[in-house]
C-alpha cells in the first residue's frame, strides 16, 4: 500500500469555523491512525471577517513539517481562499461553495483562479447545510464530510470526533452535524474523483507504555507542566503564549496549584521567582515584548540563583511587531537579554513533543542548577499541531531542590557555598536555622553584599560553570544529529520550529544524491559546543537556516566557535520554503565539490 | 500616643536597650548602615518587636525589599530576607506568600520604589488582597542615589534634579491605597517609635493587605522639609471618633497633608487572595496535596 | 487606453477551443475566457470507447496540457454552467451567480443526447456515453463480456458498438428512425446497412416491429440488471440500456437574449446570430442554406472545428462564410463493414 503523505488547507474568515473544521479533520485523522501535522493561521483581529487557514498534513510515517503545496483546498470563504489556490498543487483539488447567497461580479468566485492544471469541485454546501440543520452554520462540516468522502476516509472516526467537539451542547446539536457531515461525504463519495488525492491506510503504534495524542506546542507545554507537577504560575496574557496559561488555569486547580494572571511580565517574573524562592515549582509564559520586560528580573534569577521557568513563544518582531506571525528572533534576547553576566538555560524544542520533554525538564534544570530557564518556542510551534506519543508514568522529578541539611545550616549558613556541583544546598523559608538574605547585590558565601573583586570572580565563575552540567542532564535530548554519518557535502545546523523544515530539506538533499545531514541544537544555552565542533568537522559546508533577519543563531555559533558558517535568513511570518532551502543546500554542494576538486588538483601538484 | 519625641533615635542608645529584651532573635548580626539619626531605625525597631511580641518565629518571616536605603532593612533583621528590585517589592511578595501560605511576609521600601517605579503594583497587591504587610518608609526623597525628587516630594522642594525647586505635585499615598481597596491603611512616624511599633503590630496582624505609611525624615539629604522638626509640629493623633470600618471618611481624613493624622484609617475583612485561589480550587474539583492526574488535552 | 475586448466562449469542446486558439491569433491583447460545465480540460470525445480497452486515465484523453491554456493564456472556467445571457447588458450569469461582461460571444455548447419524450420516465436506468465519466461509469458496471442494449443507434453509438464488440462484450441495438443519425439512408440503403452491422457482429432488433418501448425495468436477482418490455410483450435482457437518439442543441440558456432560436440558434452563414456581437458555432447551431432557404444542420468534427474557426474571425472583425468541407456520405469499406465520415478524427 502506498504510504500517505496529502495536505489539506481549509481556508475562510472567522465566522465560517475554518479551524473548528481543521481541528476536526486532525483529530478525527489522529484518530485515525495518522501521523498529523497541522498549523492554523489566524488573523490579527479576534472577530469578524478576518481570514483564517487551517493546514492539516496527514502521513503514514513521521514527517518534520507541513509541505509548502497542499493537495486540496478547501474554500469556505472565497474572498480568503482565492490568493491561496496557488498553493493546490497540479492535479490536487479545489473545493468549494458552488450556491453562494448573493451574486459577485467576475473574478469573485475562486472557480476563476483554479488554474487548468487543478481540479475543482463546486458543491452545493450552503443549499446542504440549510437543508441539515436549517441554517447555513454547518457548511464547514458539510464541506468536510464531501472532502472525507471525496478522499476516502473513514466516517466513523468524524462521527466520534464531532461528537466530541460538541460534547456538552445538546444532542440535536451533534446529530444535526453529524448529518450535515454525512450528506456532504456522500456527494463526496459519488463524486466523479479526477485529482489524485488518496488516504491509505494507517498505522498502529505497539508502544504500550505510551499514549498516542494530537496537541499543539503550547498544550504540550501544559502537560509537560502538569506532568512535572508545577504548583505555581504567574503570567500575563501575550500571543502566541497566551494558551499556555489559559489552559493551566483549568488544570492546576485540579490538583492544587494555583495560577494567578498579573499585571504585567514583570510582576508575573516578579512573582515566579518570588514562589521560586519559597521553594514552589513555579513558571511563567510570554512573548517577546514580555521577556523585554522580564530582562532585570531575570538577571535577579540569575544572581540570587532562584529557580524559575520561563516559556517563550516568539512572534515577528521587534516591538508589537507581527503578534500573528512566526518568527525565530528572539534568541538574542533569551540568550543575552540581561544586564551583567546573565547566563541562563535556554532550552528550544523542535517539535511538539520536544515541547512536553523541554517544559518537565525545565524545571528539573531550574532546581537542580538554580537559574531561570526559558523554553524558547514560537508562534509556529505553539499552535502546530503533531500527534504525538506521551509516556504514562512522568518521566520528571518531582523536585530538583538542593535542599539545604542539617550540617549545612550549622555555624552559620552559607547561602552560596562553594560546593563541588557549584549549586549550593538551598534553605526555603520556613526552615528552621535557614534565614539568610538573598540580593541581587553581588555577595559573599553568606549572601552578604560583597564588591570585593576576587568574591565577584569567584562567584561569577560559580554561576557560569554550574550551569555547564545541564549540558549531561539526564534523559533530554541536547544535540541531535540526523541523515549522513561521517563526513558530509552539507550540514544543516538548526534550532526551534524551524528544524521540521531542516529535516525535510536534509532528506530530500539526500534524495538527490548530496551527502547531508541535519543536526538540531536544543539547548541554546550553555551550547554544546563540543558535538557542535564535531558536526562543523564533519562537514563540508556548513549551513544555519532560520526565521529571523539577523541570523542570530548564526552568530551565535560563529561566535563560540570562531568558525563561519553560511547563515540563511528568512522573515516571512510564516515557515521557511523547503524547495527554498534545497536551492542553497544545492549550491553549498557545488562549492563543497568545487573545493574538492581544487583539493586533489592541489595535492596532486605537490605529489609531482 | 501624646509625646512625640523630638529627638532623633541614635544607634548607641538602642544598642543598649535591645540587648535586654527578647527582640534579639530577630535582629541579623549585621548593623544596620544607615546614617545615624535616620528614621529608618525606629522602623526596625517596630518591626522585630512586633514580631516579638505576636510570637511569629524568624524562621516562619520573610523580609521582601526592593532597592534603597529602605529596602536594605532584611539585612538587618534575622528572617528569612529578600531584597529584590527596585520597584519590585510587591509582586515578589506575592510570589513568596502564594507559594506558602504559612510564612508571614513583610514588604518594605521606600516612596520611590513603592510610588515611582514600583507604582503599577500597588493597586493590583490592594485589589487582590494579599495576605501581606507593606510598610512604606516615605522620606519623600530618593535615599539611596543621593537624595533627588521623588513622587511624594513637596511642591518647591530642592533636590539635585530639581535644582530649581520641583514642580510636579506630590502623590497622596494614602488616598490611592485606601481607593485601590487596601482591607487595613494607617500611618505612623519614625519620630514617635512606641506609637510605630503599636501600627507594625497591628498591621502584620492583620489577615489581608495592610499598608502601612511611615514619614521617616532622612537626615542627610532633606535638611529642609520633612525634617524631625517640621514633622513633629504637624503630625496629630487620628481623632477618637473616627470610624476605621468607613472608607470615606478614611479617604476624607487622606486629604489632611499638611496635618497628617497618624494611626488606623481603615480596616476591613474580606477574603484574601488565597482564600480566592482555594475557592477556584474547590470549584475545578480539585484539592490540596491531590496527586498530580494528566491535564486533559 | 483602449480597454482589451473579452471575448467570452460557452463550451470547451472542439469548436469552441478551435475558435479560442484563432480568436488568441488575431487578437492577442484581447480576454479570452471559456466557460465549460465539464470538470476536465478539452478532452477527445472520439477516443472515449478506449475506456473499454483499459485507457482510464483521464489525462490520456487530453488534448493539449494544461500549460496549452496557460500560455495561450485562455482563461478556462470549468465546472461552470452559464443560465442566464443577458444580451443588452452583455452580461452572461453563471450557476454560482458570477456575472461576467462580454464584447463578444461564441455559444458552441454543442448538442446533448436527444431522448425521446416516451423514455424520459426511464431516463435513472439508463446509461448515457456523453463524457468521460460516463463513460467510466458504463465501464465500471459492465460485466465481462456483458451485453448492451442501445437504443437508437446513431452513429456515435455505433462506433461505441463496434468497440465494444471487439473488447469481447455483445451489442444489440433496438433500431429505428434514429439509427445510422445524422446520416439519413433510406430503403434498400438502409437494408445493406443493417445487413453490414450484423457482419460486424452488431445484433439489431426492430423496436418498431415490436410497436416500441413500454418500459425499462431493473432486473431480478441473479440476472442480467436490466431488462426491456416492448408493447408486444417482447423482453430483452442487458447489463446496461443507453440511448443513441442523435444530438438536441443545448441553449436554453439563451432564451432571454435576442438571438433567435428555432432548434437551435439561428444563424447567418458568418455565424452571427440576431444578436450582432453574439456567435454560434457547432453542433448547436442551424445554419442559413441560401440556396435551399432554410437552416441547416452541419455535424462531424471538420465541420464543427471550421465552425469555431470562422467564428472567430468574424469576431475579430472578417466576414467570412462558413461552408461545409465535411463527407456525409455513410459507406461500406473492402470488408463490408460500415464506415462514416463522422468517425474520422486527426
Ligand atoms: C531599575 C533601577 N533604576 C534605578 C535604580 C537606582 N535607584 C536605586 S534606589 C533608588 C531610589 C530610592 O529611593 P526610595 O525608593 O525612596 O528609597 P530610599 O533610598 O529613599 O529609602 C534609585 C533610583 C535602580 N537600582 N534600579
Ligand atoms: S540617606 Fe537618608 S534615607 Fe538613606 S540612610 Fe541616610 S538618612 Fe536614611
Ligand atoms: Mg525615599
Known amino acids: ?608 | 500616643m501624646g509625646n512625640i519625641s523630638t529627638k532623633p533615635v541614635y544607634l548607641e542608645d538602642k544598642l543598649a536597650e535591645i540587648k535586654s529584651d527578647g527582640k534579639l532573635e530577630y535582629r541579623s548580626k549585621a548593623l544596620p548602615t544607615w546614617c545615624p539619626g535616620c528614621g529608618y531605625f525606629s522602623i526596625s525597631e517596630g518591626v522585630t518587636s512586633a514580631l516579638n511580641n505576636l510570637a511569629i518565629k524568624p524562621k516562619d518571616t520573610v523580609v521582601v525589599s526592593g532597592i534603597g536605603c529602605s529596602s536594605r532593612f532584611p539585612f538587618f533583621v534575622n528572617t528569612y530576607g529578600f531584597h529584590t528590585l527596585h520597584g519590585r517589592t510587591l509582586p515578589v511578595a506575592t510570589g513568596v506568600k502564594t507559594a506558602n501560605d504559612d510564612l508571614t511576609v513583610i514588604a518594605v521600601g521606600g516612596d520611590g520604589d513603592g510610588f515611582a517605579i514600583g507604582g503599577g503594583h500597588l493597586s493590583h497587591v490592594a485589589r487582590r488582597n494579599v495576605n501581606i504587610t507593606y510598610i512604606l518608609f516615605d522620606n519623600g526623597i530618593y535615599g539611596l542615589t543621593k537624595g533627588q525628587t521623588s513622587p511624594t516630594s513637596s511642591l518647591g522642594f530642592t533636590t539635585s534634579t530639581t535644582p530649581y525647586e520641583n514642580h510636579d505635585r506630590p502623590l497622596n499615598p494614602l488616598m490611592m491605597m485606601l481607593s485601590f481597596g487596601s482591607s487595613w491603611v494607617g500611618q505612623g512616624y519614625a519620630g514617635d517609635p512606641g506609637h510605630l511599633g503599636e501600627m507594625i503590630e497591628q498591621a502584620i496582624a492583620h489577615r489581608g493587605f495592610s499598608y502601612l505609611h511611615i514619614l521617616s525624615p532622612c537626615v542627610t539629604f532633606d535638611k529642609t522639609d520633612k525634617t524631625y522638626g517640621n514633622l513633629n509640629m504637624q503630625v496629630k493623633p487620628i481623632p477618637d471618633d473616627h470610624d476605621s470600618s468607613d472608607l470615606m471618611a478614611a479617604i476624607a481624613m487622606a486629604q489632611n497633608v499638611h496635618k497628617p493624622p497618624l494611626g488606623l484609617y481603615y480596616k476591613e475583612d474580606r477574603p484574601t487572595l488565597a482564600d480566592g485561589l482555594d475557592e477556584i480550587t474547590q470549584q475545578s474539583g480539585g484539592g490540596k496535596n491531590v496527586v498530580t492526574a494528566k491535564a486533559a488535552e | ?346
Not at chain 1, 137 to 146: D, E, K, M, P, Q
Not at chain 3, 144 to 152: A, P, Q, R, S
Not at chain 3, 169 to 198: C, D, Q, S
Open chain 3, 1 to 346: 487606453m483602449v480597454q482589451p475586448k473579452h471575448h467570452v466562449i460557452i463550451g470547451s469542446g472542439i469548436t469552441g477551443t478551435q475558435a479560442a486558439i484563432t480568436l488568441r491569433e488575431r487578437d492577442p491583447k484581447s480576454r479570452i475566457t471559456i466557460i465549460t460545465m465539464s470538470t476536465l480540460l478539452f478532452y477527445n470525445r472520439y477516443d472515449l470507447p478506449d475506456v473499454f480497452r483499459g485507457r482510464t486515465d483521464w489525462q490520456s484523453f487530453l488534448v493539449y496540457p494544461p500549460s496549452f491554456y496557460e500560455e495561450l493564456n485562455i482563461k478556462l472556467r470549468r465546472g461552470s454552467r452559464v443560465v442566464n445571457v443577458d444580451s443588452t447588458r452583455k452580461e452572461i450569469t453563471l450557476g454560482h451567480k458570477e456575472t461576467i461582461r462580454y464584447d463578444t460571444l461564441l455559444v458552441s455548447s454543442g448538442g446533448r443526447g436527444y431522448l425521446p419524450e416516451e423514455l424520459v420516465d426511464f431516463r435513472s436506468l439508463m446509461h448515457n456515453f456523453a463524457t468521460f465519466e460516463a463513460a467510466m461509469n458504463v465501464k465500471k458496471i459492465l460485466p465481462e463480456n456483458g451485453k448492451v442494449i442501445m437504443l437508437g443507434g446513431d452513429m456515435l453509438g455505433l462506433d461505441l458498438a463496434r468497440n465494444l464488440i471487439q473488447c469481447g462484450y455483445t451489442v444489440t441495438v433496438i433500431t429505428g428512425e434514429h439509427t445510422f443519425w445524422p446520416h439519413t439512408v433510406e430503403g434498400n440503403e438502409r437494408k445493406t446497412f443493417m445487413k453490414a452491422l450484423e457482419s460486424m457482429k452488431v445484433e439489431t432488433f426492430d423496436g418498431d416491429k415490436a410497436e416500441g418501448i413500454a418500459s425499462i425495468e431493473e432486473g431480478k436477482k441473479g440476472k442480467p440488471a436490466r431488462k426491456i418490455i416492448f408493447k408486444d410483450d417482447t423482453v430483452l435482457e442487458g447489463d446496461v440500456v443507453m440511448p443513441f437518439f442523435g444530438l438536441a442543441p443545448a441553449v436554453e440558456f439563451m432564451i432571454g437574449s435576442d438571438a433567435d432560436i428555432e432548434r437551435g440558434l439561428l444563424v447567418n452563414p458568418e455565424l452571427r446570430t440576431t444578436n450582432e456581437h453574439i456567435f454560434a458555432a457547432g453542433d448547436v447551431c442551424q445554419i442559413w442554406d441560401k440556396k435551399d432557404k432554410s437552416y441547416k444542420f452541419f455535424y462531424g468534427w471538420k465541420n464543427v472545428r471550421a465552425m469555431g474557426e470562422v467564428a472567430a474571425k468574424n469576431m475579430t472583425g472578417d466576414n467570412t462564410a462558413f461552408v461545409t468541407t465535411q463527407d456525409e456520405k455513410l459507406r461500406l469499406d473492402k470488408k463490408g463493414q460500415i464506415n462514416s465520415p463522422f468517425w474520422e478524427y486527426d
Open chain 1, 1 to 608: 500500500m502506498k504510504n500517505t503523505d496529502i495536505q489539506i488547507s481549509i481556508c475562510g474568515s472567522a465566522g465560517d469555523g475554518t479551524i473548528a473544521a481543521g481541528d476536526i479533520l486532525k483529530r478525527a485523522l489522529a484518530k485515525g491512525g495518522f501521523k498529523v501535522i497541522a498549523f492554523d493561521v489566524y488573523p490579527p483581529e479576534i472577530r469578524g471577517f478576518g481570514k483564517c487557514i487551517s493546514r492539516v498534513r496527514v502521513t503514514t510515517e513521521q514527517v518534520y513539517s507541513l509541505k509548502h503545496h497542499s493537495d486540496v483546498l478547501v474554500s469556505l470563504d472565497d474572498s480568503h481562499a482565492i490568493p491561496h489556490v496557488g498553493e493546490v498543487r497540479d492535479s490536487g483539488a479545489v473545493i468549494y461553495e458552488d450556491t453562494p447567497i448573493s451574486g459577485v461580479l467576475e473574478g469573485s468566485h475562486i472557480s476563476a483562479h483554479i488554474s487548468p492544471g487543478q481540479i475543482p469541485y463546486g458543491l452545493p454546501v450552503r443549499e446542504i447545510s440549510e437543508k441539515e440543520t436549517s441554517g447555513n452554520r454547518s457548511r464547514n462540516i458539510v464541506a468536510l464530510g464531501y472532502l472525507a468522502g471525496l478522499i476516502g476516509m473513514e466516517p466513523e472516526i468524524f462521527h466520534e470526533t464531532i461528537a466530541d467537539k460538541f460534547r456538552g451542547k445538546a444532542i440535536k446539536i451533534t446529530d444535526m452535524n453529524v448529518a450535515a457531515f454525512d450528506k456532504g461525504y456522500a456527494l463526496g463519495q459519488k463524486t466523479f474523483k479526477l485529482d489524485d488525492v488518496t488516504v491509505g491506510k494507517a498505522k498502529k503504534s505497539r508502544n504500550k507504555d505510551a499514549t498516542i495524542t494530537m496537541m499543539n506546542g503550547n498544550a504540550a507545554v501544559v502537560q509537560g507542566c502538569m506532568d512535572a507537577h508545577i504548583k505555581t504560575f504567574f503570567g500575563y496574557p501575550i500571543t502566541p503564549a497566551t494558551t499556555i496559561m489559559e489552559k493551566l488555569a483549568t488544570e492546576m486547580p485540579k490538583v492544587g496549584g494555583r495560577l494567578l494572571q498579573t499585571e504585567d511580565e514583570i510582576s508575573a517574573i516578579a512573582a515566579t521567582i518570588g514562589a521560586g524562592y519559597a521553594g514552589s515549582r513555579c513558571a511563567t509564559a510570554t512573548s517577546g515584548p514580555g521577556l523585554a520586560l522580564m530582562a532585570e528580573m531575570l538577571g535577579l534569577g540569575v544572581v540570587a540563583e532562584l529557580p524559575s521557568v520561563i516559556f517563550v513563544s516568539q512572534r515577528g518582531g521587534p516591538s508589537t511587531g507581527l503578534p500573528t506571525k512566526t518568527e525565530q528572533s528572539d534568541l538574542n534576547l533569551a540568550v543575552y537579554g540581561r544586564g551583567g553576566d546573565g547566563q541562563i538555560i535556554v532550552l528550544a524544542p523542535t517539535n511538539v513533543e520536544g515541547c512536553y520533554k523541554c517544559a518537565g525538564k525545565a524545571f528539573e534544570m531550574a532546581e537542580q542548577y538554580q537559574t531561570p530557564v526559558i523554553v524558547l518556542l514560537d508562534l509556529y510551534l505553539s499552535n502546530r499541531f503533531e500527534t504525538v506519543e506521551l509516556p504514562k508514568q512522568s518521566p520528571f522529578t518531582k523536585t530538583s531542590n538542593k535542599a539545604a541539611k542539617k550540617k549545612d545550616l550549622e555555624g552559620g549558613y552559607k547561602r552560596y557555598a562553594f560546593t563541588k556541583d557549584l549549586a549550593s544546598p538551598r534553605a526555603l523559608p520556613g526552615q528552621e536555622n535557614g534565614m539568610h538574605t538573598i540580593t541581587g547585590l553581588e555577595h559573599n558565601e553568606l549572601g552578604r553584599p560583597s564588591d570585593q573583586p576576587r568574591m565577584h570572580e569567584d562567584m561569577s565563575a560559580k554561576r557560569h560553570n554550574k550551569l555547564l552540567a545541564a549540558l549531561s542532564h539526564h534523559d533530554i535530548t541536547i544535540e541531535k544529529r540526523f541523515g549522513d554519518e561521517g563526513d558530509v557535502d552539507v550540514g544543516i545546523l538548526g534550532w526551534g520550529s524551524n528544524f521540521g523544515e531542516c529535516l525535510e530539506a536534509m532528506f530530500k538533499a539526500r534524495e538527490e544524491g548530496i551527502r547531508c545531514s541535519a543536526m538540531k541544537v536544543v539547548m541554546l544555552s550553555p551550547l554544546p559546543l563540543g558535538p557542535i565542533n564535531d558536526f562543523m568537522d564533519a562537514s563540508g559546508e556548513v549551513f544555519v537556516p532560520e526565521l529571523n533577519y539577523e541570523g542570530q543563531f548564526a552568530n551565535l555559533i560563529q561566535g563560540a566557535t570562531a568558525r563561519s558558517v553560511h547563515s540563511y535568513t528568512r522573515v516571512p511570518g510564516s515557515p521557511m520554503r523547503v524547495e527554498d532551502m534545497l536551492v542553497e543546500i544545492r549550491r553549498l554542494a557545488k562549492i563543497k565539490k568545487a573545493k574538492k576538486i581544487g583539493k586533489t588538483k592541489k595535492a596532486k601538484k605537490k605529489a609531482a
